[in-house]
């Protein structure tokens, strides 16, 4: 998988450049979010959280958690306990200030923290969630590992990320909108010139489909699925724990 970076900003990795973009975004990212998917990403996580009511879990890490919109909608609507975990603080600080007002601190934790060196013994989650986050892991299958580590035995991940529509039509008017109308409205409202742009280079460069669910395979989840959403635009991938 090629390595796609927000800046390219001489010798930063990647794992730097992430949290970079997403602190400078954190202020204008979830009202340009919903402008910008149309509100459709609400539906796709809807689906996720339907797929993890199902295994009924008591403790959930979401890893990538940006703003908390996931690990808000874990907490309200299955009742679970969250850790919410991401690399950038200032998106954290957007995030804590929803769930304050959501008076849910007792069922949320919010922590900046790696996914490649997760900070927490084996065995501690029934399940993990991912909602756009894997494609911004700089080691992707370090990641991955260390997400099954933490998982119990049994235990779900539940990941959301952009695919490659298979339709040549609806592929066509995805990359037009992907790479020439999303960096352009984003550029407007966030005033960064490159964060809209590295979204749509960074799911180009994903492994997506078949290819994901083979590097699942080969970290030890056990007979990972993927299901195409919004015509194959968006993935919902699950993998059980050993």
């Not at 590295?198 to 990972?224: H, M, W």
Request: glycine share 10%; aromatic share 10%; net charge neutral.
């Amino acid at each position: 998988m090629a390595t796609v970076l927000p800046y390219n900003a001489g010798n930063s990795g990647k794992k730097q450049e992430v949290r970079e973009m997403f602190d400078n975004i954190s202020p204008t990212y979830d009202n340009l979010n919903r402008v910008l998917s149309f509100g459709i990403d609400q539906g796709w996580r809807k689906k996720l959280i339907k797929r993890l009511a199902a295994v009924k879990p008591g403790f959930v890490l979401d890893v990538a958690t940006g703003t908390a919109d996931l690990a808000i909608a874990e907490a309200q609507q299955i009742g679970t306990k969250v850790v919410g975990l991401d690399i950038s603080a200032g998106m954290l600080a957007v995030g804590q200030q929803k769930i304050n007002k959501a008076n849910l601190m007792a069922q949320i934790e919010l922590v900046v923290g790696d996914s490649e060196a997760l900070a927490y013994p084996d065995a501690t989650f029934d399940a993990v969630t991912v909602a756009f986050g894997v494609r911004n892991f700089e080691n992707l299958e370090l990641g991955l590992a260390e997400i099954l580590r933490v998982l119990k035995p049994g235990g779900t991940l539940l990941v959301l990320e952009f695919g490659k529509p298979k339709s040549a039509i609806v592929q066509l008017g995805y990359n037009f909108y992907s790479f020439t109308l999303l960096p352009i409205l984003g550029r407007l409202v966030s005033k960064d010139a490159r964060a809209y742009s590295y979204l749509p280079e960074s799911v180009r460069a994903f492994p997506s489909g078949d290819a994901f669910t083979q590097i699942l395979t080969r970290i030890g989840f056990i007979n990972p699925t993927h299901t195409p959403l919004t015509f194959g635009i968006c993935m919902l991938y699950q993998g059980t724990a050993p």
